[in-house]
């Protein structure tokens, strides 16, 4: 198969390169590739401002199958595209890709993060960052953030869940956990005490934070009226089935931090790893994900907008203010 990919570059106000990473999908046409990367550009701009990175937005989408059609001459075809652009684009994995086949397009190009040798697993600081967003939570809600007998619900006991569950735990915090692998759920109830209950109900049980660290589009018309919670703020892509959604918990008077603040600890490794910012500013854009959500929350409140329009309008007032380029 011949590459048949597009990046888009949505903006570099905040930032040069415009970072983002790359999707390989079978989309049903390059209709259908075009606006799934433009919407996804987009929302990289939001993410990596929020995330105090000197980084625009960019994303690319490779249209095929990975399971069939992913091979290394293609991965280095792309990588020849981005090394094309001559450091307007800086790429590294999303669905459908991971570090290994970053290592391939590193062969051809040096804009790409998140390669096995410059970080390993982006996992642990991503947990870090979604730990810092859930105190913030607490901070709003209990006037503090310490998380000292609070109740948090996790869906999902992988790479990132575990490392939370860990997190929370050490901190004093309450933890109910699920995971349709019953091995990993079995492994991090055994390390940490937390309790385990079925993934049909992790969504429903009565605590303080739902933390989704699992699936996309847990968050809709039939999920919303369930809950039993009075905050979600989990690592998870793409929480909301759709906008709307955002505006049902907010009637419900459920507080949300939007995924792309809580689990935005990846990227700040990444680009760390991968020297677009000094190291050494790394764990201080960490703590970083306290503040914002904080700031998301409450501005929320105050101006009666979902989280998600607040982060879009901070993001906005960030990026107005940016210096010319
Ligand atoms: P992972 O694949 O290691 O873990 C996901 C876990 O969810 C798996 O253990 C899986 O069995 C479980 N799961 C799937 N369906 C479930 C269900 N219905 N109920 C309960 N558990 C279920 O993935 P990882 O890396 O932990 O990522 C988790 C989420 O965080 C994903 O949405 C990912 O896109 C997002 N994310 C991850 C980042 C990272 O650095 N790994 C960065 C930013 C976001």
């Known amino acids: 198969m011949g590459l048949r990919a597009i990046v888009a570059l949505h903006d570099s106000r905040g930032g040069l390169p415009a970072a983002g990473g790359v999707r390989f999908r079978p989309y049903v046409d390059e209709g259908e590739a075009l606006s799934d990367v433009l919407r996804l550009s987009r929302a990289m701009t939001c993410k990596n401002v929020l995330a105090d990175l000197p980084l625009g937005g960019g994303k690319s989408v490779i249209i095929g199958d990975p399971a069939t059609d992913k091979t290394p001459e293609l991965l280095r075809s792309f990588g020849g595209f981005v090394e094309s652009l001559g450091g307007a684009y800086f790429c590294g994995p999303d669905v459908g890709t991971n570090a290994h086949d970053m290592d391939v397009v590193e062969e051809v190009t040096r804009h790409v993060g998140a390669t096995n040798r410059q970080m390993g697993s982006s996992a642990p600081p991503t947990a870090v960052g979604t730990f810092h967003a859930i105190r913030a939570t607490s901070q709003h809600l209990l006037g503090t953030s310490d998380l000292e007998g609070m109740r948090v619900a996790v869906q999902g006991a992988g790479a990132v869940g575990r490392d939370l569950v860990r997190h929370l735990v050490d901190a004093g915090a309450t933890v109910v956990v699920a995971d349709i692998d019953e091995d990993a759920v079995r492994q991090v109830a055994a390390e940490t005490g937390a309790e385990v ?129």
């Open 197 to 325: 209950v079925s993934p049909d109900a992790i969504l429903f049980v009565e605590a303080d934070v739902l933390a989704p660290c699992a699936l996309g589009g847990v968050l809709s018309e039939e999920t919303i009226p369930h809950l039993q919670v009075r905050a979600v703020c989990g690592a998870a892509n793409n929480q909301l089935a759709t906008p709307d959604d955002g505006t049902r918990l907010r009637a419900r008077g459920i507080h949300f931090v939007p995924d792309f603040v809580a689990s935005a600890g990846g990227v700040i490794a990444g680009a760390a790893a991968a020297g677009v910012y000094p190291a050494s500013e790394m764990a201080a854009k960490l703590d970083g994900i306290f503040d914002r959500s904080l700031e998301i929350l409450r501005r929320s409140d105050a101006e009666g907008l979902t989280p998600n329009e607040v982060a879009e309008r901070i993001a906005r007032e960030l990026l107005d203010e940016a210096p010319e380029r």
